[in-house]
């Protein structure tokens, strides 16, 4: 399969502190890449060097097969969805959850381009898959985080893109909507062969189609490789620097933090 | 501020009607008219924004301009144009190289422009009235290129918002969401603000320069207040600052006082009215459960 994203030698920095160090990933076409790593690794930013969010300071990155330059940014974004880690938006603002959506396609339809029927409906499908249609005339600034999560990720479906970056899509969600939210994203990637790039701090929301997983930490990438190999007790430990229990369930990955045999239960301790 | 006498008119008692006898009230009436649209519609993408103080730095700009141009001798609306056009321009650039936010950016520009206007002050000789002429300006004595150059402004922002309603409010709702779905967020945003710096200055001379930003928040603020909707948010900014242009204007023909001042008065009023009226703040009523 083709490299889709190509990564080399990437660095990115915030003034003097450095956010990726020399990093060099490749992805191909039709993979589930799930990033984990600790707060400040530096998952986020590595998402938005993806679409050209944020600004590198050296190193090249390729999407499609083309070299992200100012004059086919835009080219590409369009074929990449991208549901941010949190967005702040005005209580009062002006605007609907369905307008909210529906920027997902201003992208794609272009400067002058016509707003048509198919578009709405892509919309109005965005929005019913995600389980919102009811709050589509709602001021989107009236929506919970939970709510503003899911009109992030119906914008992303709306504009059909290639690739898809969830920036942790469950948080901020309750245990329902978490795994609603799971169950679509692993829908959604079986049927439409999306490239996925999803990154959680709850292991346990790694679906079983995730192909590759990729450890960062302080803006470097520790390790990466299959899921099954790369979810495991000693890596995880060294990983987040503290202890992580892996037990297996009826053959599905349980995932624990803290020490799992202190006796007592809580303080510490839950499932991730 | 000329000693335009219509106070004379009141006094003989002839009708109310008769202002309209005069060219230069219908000149009045349309730099109201056009003034209030251009100003209210891009009050609303100053707020949404989040840049009040862009019509502060552009007013200043736009009298750096002025002050230029006397010194030189060239046409001081001229002068504000362009000097106006360019430090509109430099914001974005400067926000997005510099990495700072568009209102840093515009306190940059702000410090700059402020800086040339007291050198250009400095420079010039003898008195400085028709610099300073230029921060209070009057509805009355708007100029006929004034009115041609104001109808070309307000259909150019009127034509550009129709077109690119959809990006504009992508870029008004956030500018990152924007970007990430692919749309030329950096053009529209300059664009946006380059507009604003053309409104400021071609409204100076009716409004007044320190007024205008007056006008430019309270109205928008006003209709911020009672609207979710984007189309309606526009329409009634825009037609707050009609009303309070015009009603500055005719108050301002009956008792001699400035019609800028008159202009922000009313316009705050209506923001107070609509801020006591406010529906947001009873919204549980508006949008409850359903
Ligand atoms: N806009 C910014 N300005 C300065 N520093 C930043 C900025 N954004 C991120 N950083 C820094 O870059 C590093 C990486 O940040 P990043 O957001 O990529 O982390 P992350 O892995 O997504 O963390 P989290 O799990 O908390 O979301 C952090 O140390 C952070 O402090
Ligand atoms: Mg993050």
């Known amino acids: 399969m083709s490299k889709l994203i190509s990564i080399k030698n990437v660095s990115v920095s915030f003034r003097d502190h450095i956010a990726l160090h020399n990093i060099s990933i490749d992805i191909r076409k039709g993979a589930f890449v799930s990033v984990i790593g600790p707060n400040g690794a530096g998952k986020t930013t590595l998402l938005t060097v993806i679409n050209g969010l944020g600004r590198i300071l050296s190193g090249t990155v390729e999407v499609f097969g083309r070299k992200a330059r100012p004059l086919n940014i835009n080219k590409i974004r369009k074929r990449i969805g991208y549901v941010p880690q949190q967005m702040a938006v005005d209580p009062r603002s002006p605007v609907s959850v369905k307008e909210a959506v529906s920027i997902g396609r201003f992208g794609i339809i272009g400067l002058l381009g016509k707003w048509t029927d198919s578009d709405e409906q892509k919309v109005e499908n965005a929005l019913d898959k995600v389980g919102i249609s009811r709050l589509s005339e709602k001021p989107v600034g009236h929506l919970s985080g939970g709510e503003h999560q899911k009109v992030s990720i119906a914008r992303a479906l709306a504009q059909e893109p290639e690739i898809i970056l969830f920036d942790e899509p469950t948080s901020n969600l309750d245990p329902k909507a978490q795994n609603d939210i799971i169950k679509l994203i692993e829908r959604i990637y079986s049927e439409k062969k999306y490239t996925i790039i999803f990154v959680t701090h709850i292991l346990s929301h790694i679906p079983h189609s995730c192909t590759d997983v990729v450890l960062m930490k302080k803006g470097r990438i520790v390790k990466s490789g299959n899921a099954d190999d790369m979810l495991e007790q000693k890596i995880l430990s060294e990983l987040y620097d503290f202890p992580m229990q892996v037990s297996i369930v009826h053959g599905k990955k349980h995932f624990h933090a803290g020490h799992f045999h202190t006796g007592h239960s809580g303080r510490g301790d839950g499932n991730v | ?290």
């Open chain 2, 1 to 290: 501020m000329q000693g335009i006498s219509i106070l004379g008119i009141q006094a003989e008692g002839t009708a109310m009607f008769e202002i309209f006898t005069y060219e230069f009230v219908w000149r009045a009436m349309a730099a109201s008219i056009l003034g209030g649209i251009t100003c209210g519609i891009i009050g609303v993408w100053v707020i949404l924004l989040n840049i009040p103080f862009v019509g502060i730095a552009m007013s200043h700009s736009a009298f750096a301009g002025a002050v230029f141009g006397l010194l030189i001798g060239v046409n001081p609306l001229v002068c504000s144009l362009i000097f106006c056009s360019i430090a509109a321009l430099a914001i974005g650039p400067v926000a997005d190289r510099g990495g700072v936010s568009v209102n840093i950016s515009i306190g940059i520009i702000f410090s700059f422009v402020l800086g040339l206007a007291f050198l250009g002050i400095g420079l010039m000789k003898g008195p400085r009235t028709e610099a300073l002429n230029f921060l209070w300006g009057s509805i009355l004595t708007v100029s006929y290129n004034q009115i041609v150059l104001l109808c070309i402004i307000t259909l150019l922002i009127l034509i550009l918002l129709i077109l690119f309603y959809r990006e504009i409010m992508a870029v008004l709702f956030n500018r990152d969401i924007a970007k990430a779905s692919g749309i030329p967020e950096h053009i529209i945003l300059y664009v946006l603000l380059f507009l604003c710096g053309i409104t400021v200055t071609l409204n100076i001379n009716s409004i007044g320069g320190l007024l205008i930003f007056s006008l430019i928040t309270s109205a928008p603020l006003a209709a911020y207040q009672i609207t979710y909707d984007l189309k309606t948010m526009y329409f009634l900014s825009a037609l707050f600052a009609v009303i309070s242009c015009l009603s500055g204007l005719f108050v301002s023909i009956f008792i001699n006082v400035p019609s800028g001042a008159l202009i922000i008065l009313v316009s705050s009023m209506i923001f107070a009215i609509c801020f006591v009226l406010s529906p947001k703040k009873k919204r549980t009523k508006a949008y409850g459960p359903s």
